[in-house]
């Protein structure tokens, strides 16, 4: 299987834990809407503090999470430490 075929979205990271950057546009998207999300976690805390700062942590939270549950099961190779070797 060539890493063309593998289905990634996300590229290891060269040194320590995690993902890198996307590789595919799925992977972009999902860091887009991520991005987006945390933006609109802003504006609610701008518009009500008083109820949107409640709201935009446990939203923030969420999408924290969700991101990090598909990088982890969408990145070539699954999140492990590596030492700069080999990708």
Sequence with gaps: MS?????AWF??????YG???PVAWQGW????????MMLG???LV???????LPVAVVVGFLATLLLGW?????????WRWRWGGDR
Excluded: N, Q, S
């Design 41 to 43: 976690c802003v504006v």
């Design 3 to 7: 890493r063309k075929d593998d289905k």
């Design 46 to 52: 701008e518009w009500d503090a008083e109820i949107g």
């Design 70 to 78: 598909v990088a982890a099961a969408k990145t070539r190779g699954g």
């Design 19 to 21: 993902a890198g950057l």
């Design 11 to 16: 590229a290891p990271k060269r040194y320590g």
């Design 29 to 36: 998207a999902l860091l887009a809407g991520y991005i987006v």
